[in-house]
């Protein structure tokens, strides 16, 4: 069998996607997801221009030496760019595999080892009332775990991660934030603490701080917030202060997680060898797609560290689903984020992981168990938007 064409599709159906399709001699094709936000066009003129001519009459069959011959036969190596457009590729040649063989690619992976897999929504607000709001109207649909929140008093609304209403859809420059580190680490204990005496106590809940902490400021937090025991922290810092991880740990027993900005698994390494986080959470869509992150998956385990995949609304259905079908395969599975898509996203691409009473699956369905509608796809252009720049309030840009 060999890749006869290699497309590529930029869609906005409320939010950007780039997606990928690979089509075969033997008719099966497969798709892809290589959205990389606020960097759309970047990542689609990669796999048009340079990655695409290399791919024509390879044999489909042969993903892990696609993967080898893309990552490593670049010589540049890595990067959000390059490693998006790889996980593309590699999502679209996991789905013909799984179509070849008629099984879903979790059986392709090893197989089940689970029923479902473990999910967590966002719930957010301007206050801790309001997020205790949402924490409870997730508990109604059958969350177990919940990511908490909430808006910083005096940085406004719009300087907090993960509280700003709505995306940007027009052709705009970046929204530009104002934020600032005392007053987010007041809010985020009184969060923690209102909604420790409010809510059920089974109730599992994360914040993440989104790498805007230096390393003595999130070993403080992460400290503040022992009482209220958290599922974990999510990235308090960056990926370049890899060995401040270290400080973080001897400063506190709070269960941490890292990984949506690696690229690889050299990346992810020193965190797991040293059991410096409790869970491993990369972007399948920006670590090079199931290949490389099963690797992680497996480094991890000896180690007792859980795998929490990268889950937001800014990468499509297509790796949900990749982030499913290997939640449900690996032995180390620790928890998985997840968003609802809307009509107009599940209209352009249908299929991905059903949520049932606080737990995702995909079905039997043979590969990722994903289609395009490349119609409807087409009824929604493209529309330039950015992720938001965060400043202080003395006007530099924030140093996180
Ligand atoms: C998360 C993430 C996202 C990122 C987004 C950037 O944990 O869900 O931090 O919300 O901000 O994916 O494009
Ligand atoms: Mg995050």
Known sequence: MRITRVKTLVTCPGRNYVLVKIETDGGVYGWGDATLNGRELAVASLLEQHIAPLLIGRDPDRIEDTFQFLSRGSYWRGGPVQMTAIAGVDFALWDIKGKNAGLPVYSLLGGRCREGALAYTHASGRDAAAVEERVLEAIERGFKVVRAQVGVEGAGLRGTYGVAEGQPTEAALPREEIWEPAAYRRAVPRLLEHLRTHLPEEIELIHDVHERLTPIEAAGLARELEPYRLFFLEDPLRPEHQES??????HTTTPLAMGELYFNKW????????QLVDY??????HIGGITEARKIAAIAE???VKTAWHGPGDIGPIVHAANVHLDLAVPNFGVQEMVFFGDQVREVIPG????RGGYLDVGDAPGLGTDVDEAAAAKHPYR?????VTRRLDGSVHDW
């Open 280 to 285: 491993i959470r990369c972007d399948l869509g």
């Open 267 to 274: 990346e992810a390494l020193p965190v797991i060898a040293e």
């Open 352 to 355: 991905g992981p059903t949520y």
């Open 384 to 388: 330039r938007a950015y992720l938001p």
């Open 245 to 250: 991880f270290r400080l973080i740990r001897r």
């Open 302 to 304: 000896p180690y007792g």
